[in-house]
Nanobody, 118 residues
């Protein structure tokens, strides 16, 4: 069906930057929305940012002005540029997409760890 592979997570100091990437592959006809969620230990998974196929974007209030989401439709890829990182941004970041296989469904990546610490 649809496989999502994330890359780019890691350890960064507060105030630093990191870029995570995600590419979709498999048998699908079209991708609509793509985006990123995150889940910190002991917390619910929350939306970080999402982007439509026409590049309209939406951000969580906590990351507005610091994070930028973008996508490359030719590569079925979505990116999240994270600047001015804070310790509270520490979480596992999950890529998702809404794709059409036999119907429109959501698909998830395996997650990539982002740790902000000095």
């Amino acid at each position: 069906q649809v496989q999502l592979v994330e890359s780019g997570g890691g350890l960064v100091q507060p105030g630093g930057s990191l870029r995570v990437s995600c590419a979709a592959s498999g048998r699908f006809f079209s991708i609509n929305d793509m985006g990123w969620y995150r889940q910190a230990p002991g917390k619910e998974r929350e939306l970080v940012a999402c982007i439509t196929s026409s590049s309209s974007t939406n951000y969580a209030d906590s990351v507005k002005g610091r994070f930028t989401i973008s996508r490359d439709n030719a590569k079925n890829a979505v990116y999240l540029q994270m600047n001015s990182l804070k310790p509270e941004d520490t979480a596992v970041y999950y890529c998702y997409c809404n794709a059409y296989v036999r119907s429109w469904d959501d698909y998830w990546g395996q997650g990539t760890q982002v740790t902000v610490s000095s």
